[in-house]
């Protein structure tokens, strides 16, 4: 298919050309409580096909590009009317002129993987639970997933690769004297074992129970708050894309390599890696659509930015070679055992209805589902009220447990430690 799309590409006059083939088995299963409701097997594959048009004018050179899905089973006929609708419209808008990645070339043969036997995997684990007198399983889908990528470009770029990843999507129910609420949770990963997938589903019930006897979160300024939950990797994700070339580019962010995002004294310095490699992630992607490859990369090191990372339009752009995607990341132990964050009084963060990250501003809250609340004597669920914090404000003064945990792309500090927060809730 492609050979066929390429030999009528070099007859069209295009400037350059970038063909992506992606080839998708999937196996899905949907349970209505512990039955079966319906399994579903697909196997598709999708051509993407990129034209770039260069145009040059007394102010540059310039390039345009357009794209669109090539179908198997069309004609060589519509192929070349696709391509011409392509050359026309990529010179409708045009930007200054980038490089395509030159050369690059990675060759992995397709591999079949056993998606059935990782499909039971899970739903054995599944099926081990059960249910408690407050809380039961509503409903859960599980998603197994094996990709076929083959990136070829008209600058000698020819990469292939296999990727794999898994969901498994869940929905509890948990009633408490006669209050019923329901919990949505999403579990993203690859090749976890049956006795992970469980204690992660039985820590869902816990949190459901806990919820669903919680008593409204009170208002209160200035207190320590300790963030323990599955959105503590999009705390992160403010350094990842404020060292973005796109964010750069487009500025967005304005900062450089070798600013300190961290002068303060009182608080655990940041060091944020990128991984080309994470075990257990379903982000394993040897290259980017472009064609770059990834890489371990320092992104921050003892709060000081180290590199960029992107794509590869804003990196030329920006005049930066080799540049890498990001896919997975670890961020360095903290200093604080979480035992130790625990001794003084504290409100601990483990659910928000949504944890939202303005990485422009740095503002980042949300609204609190589940937390508890210690006051020295006692530790008391709470639910409502949300906080509001500021990046520039908190890394002044922030620690990391030395405990650490995986989700799914990233490895990052379990308990991160925030002080001086104002809540908003009942008076």
């Not at 080839?23 to 770039?52: C, E, G, M, P």
């Not at 669903?212 to 994700?237: E, H, I, Q």
Request: aromatic fraction near 10%; charge should be negative; proline fraction near 2%.
């Amino acid at each position: 298919m492609l050979d066929r799309i390429i030999n009528i590409l070099q007859q069209a006059e295009v400037s350059d050309y970038r063909l992506m083939e992606l080839t998708t088995v999937s196996h899905q299963a949907f349970f209505v409580r512990q039955k079966l409701d319906q399994h579903r097997i697909s196997d598709t594959v999708h051509v993407t096909l990129d034209v770039y048009m260069d145009k040059e004018t007394e102010n540059g050179r310039f390039r345009g590009k357009a794209s669109c899905e090539v179908h198997p089973n069309e004609t060589d006929k519509q192929i070349r009317a696709k391509i011409e609708k392509l050359k026309f419209n990529a010179l409708l808008a045009v930007n200054p002129y980038y490089q395509l990645v030159k050369d690059e070339k990675y060759r992995e043969e397709r591999v079949r993987h056993d998606l059935y036997g990782a499909l039971k995997t899970v739903v054995d684990a599944m099926h081990g639970i059960q249910d408690t007198e407050s809380e039961k399983i509503n409903s859960y889908e599980v998603f197994v997933n094996e990709y076929y990528y083959h990136i070829i470009n008209s600058q000698g770029t020819d990469i292939s690769f296999n990727t794999m990843d898994e969901q498994l999507e869940v929905v509890i129910n948990s009633i408490n004297e006669g209050h019923e609420i329901e919990l949505y949770h999403v579990i993203d990963f690859v090749e976890r074992t049956a006795e992970e997938i469980t204690s992660e589903i039985m820590e869902v019930f816990r949190h459901a129970r806990e919820r669903n006897r919680a008593v409204p979160t009170k208002k209160m300024d200035n207190v320590r708050v300790l963030l323990s939950g599955d959105f503590n990797d999009r705390f992160f994700d403010y350094f990842l894309t404020r060292t973005n070339t796109q964010a750069v580019f487009l500025g967005y962010s304005s900062n450089k390599i070798g600013d300190n995002c961290q002068e303060s004294d009182q608080c655990d310095k940041i060091t944020l890696r990128a991984a080309a490699h994470l075990d257990k992630s379903s982000r394993n992607l040897p290259y980017s659509k472009d064609g770059n490859k990834a890489q371990d990369l320092t992104i921050v090191e003892n709060g000081v930015y180290q590199n960029y990372w992107g794509d590869q339009i804003t990196a030329c752009y920006l005049g930066l070679e080799n540049v890498s995607p990001v896919y997975n990341f670890i961020v360095e132990p903290g200093s604080r055992f979480v035992e130790e964050m625990k001794k003084e009084p504290y409100l601990e963060l483990v659910q928000f209805s949504d944890f939202m990250m303005d990485p422009i501003v740095g503002n980042f809250g949300g609204e609190i589902r589940l937390g508890y609340y210690f006051d020295g004597n006692t530790v008391v669920p709470v639910t409502g009220g949300s906080i509001t914090c500021n990046m520039n404000a908190v890394l002044k003064h922030v620690y990391f447990s030395k405990e650490t945990r995986q989700l799914n792309n990233c490895i990052v500090p379990a308990t991160i430690e925030l002080f001086d927060v104002n809540v908003s809730g009942e008076q």
